[in-house]
């Protein structure tokens, strides 16, 4: 059974902090890695996704993958309250299929 | 562009009914999910079609749920009959790749339907 696993949180940082989030996934054949936003109430949405070991940046997110471990992050720069959500992390197996989704992380961006 | 389009959005019923779900995906999208997402946990995979072929039904709970992607456009996701159990909200997503050699798939959700099951 393949397994993603994250921290439930609430993981609660000030405004203006880094928060990080981590995800650990049990299947080695893991191909692609993907982290979505999902506010209370609506549905997840696509913010990052990496496939390569390292770091891969986007505005205030940085995603960091390292297969030898099966970890993968999410760094959130500068938080902001409207960063406020749960994060799950996704895991992606067999070339499109197979999509495993974490329980979420639960992020809570104090003003 | 139109986004993933559900219907109902709530539906409450009792156990042992049967209850059915609609989902049109982005135009386009040839490849379509259903998700269950029970309160507190992260959404899980019911089944994948790709075009109006089934990649991967294996979590499917197959003597309650079925579900069918006719002409390789919109689906239904039947329960029959429903369990307590079955309370969750059902996540339907479509993206536009092909399951192949990939490593990039992104997956738009609808706005989901929320069953309650008494």
């Known amino acids: 059974q393949k397994e993603v696993e994250q921290n439930s949180g609430p993981l609660s940082v000030p405004e203006g902090a880094i928060a990080s989030l981590n995800c650990t996934y049990s299947?080695?054949?893991?191909?692609?890695f993907f982290w979505y936003r999902q506010y209370s109430g609506k549905s997840p949405e696509l913010i990052m996704f990496?496939?390569?070991?390292g770091d891969k940046e986007d505005g205030r997110f940085t995603a960091q993958l390292n297969k030898a471990s099966q970890y993968v992050s999410l760094l959130i720069r500068d938080s902001q309250p409207s960063d406020s959500a749960t994060y799950l992390c996704?895991?992606?197996?067999?070339?499109?299929?197979?999509?495993?989704f974490g329980p979420g992380t639960r992020l809570s961006v104090l003003p | 562009e139109a986004g993933v389009a559900q219907s109902p959005r709530y539906k409450i019923i009792e156990k042992r009914q049967s209850v059915a779900f609609w989902c049109n995906p982005i135009?386009?999208?040839?490849?379509l999910y259903w998700y269950q997402q029970i309160l507190g946990q992260g959404p899980k995979l019911l089944i994948q079609?790709?075009?109006?072929?089934?990649?991967?039904d294996s979590q499917l709970p197959k003597d309650r749920f079925s579900a069918e992607r006719l002409k390789g456009v919109d689906s239904t996701l039947k329960i029959q009959p429903a369990k307590l159990e079955d309370s969750a909200v059902y996540l339907c997503?479509?993206?536009?790749?092909?399951?192949?050699?990939?490593?990039?798939?992104?997956?738009?959700f609808g706005p989901g339907t929320r069953l309650t099951v008494l």
């Open positions: 299947d080695r054949g893991s191909q692609s």
């Open positions: 079609f790709q075009n109006n072929g089934v990649v991967d």
């Open positions: 990496i496939y390569s070991n």
């Open positions: 996704a895991v992606n197996t067999n070339y499109g299929q197979n999509f495993v």
């Open positions: 135009s386009g999208h040839a490849t």
């Open positions: 997503a479509s993206s536009s790749l092909r399951a192949g050699p990939s490593r990039y798939n992104e997956q738009f």
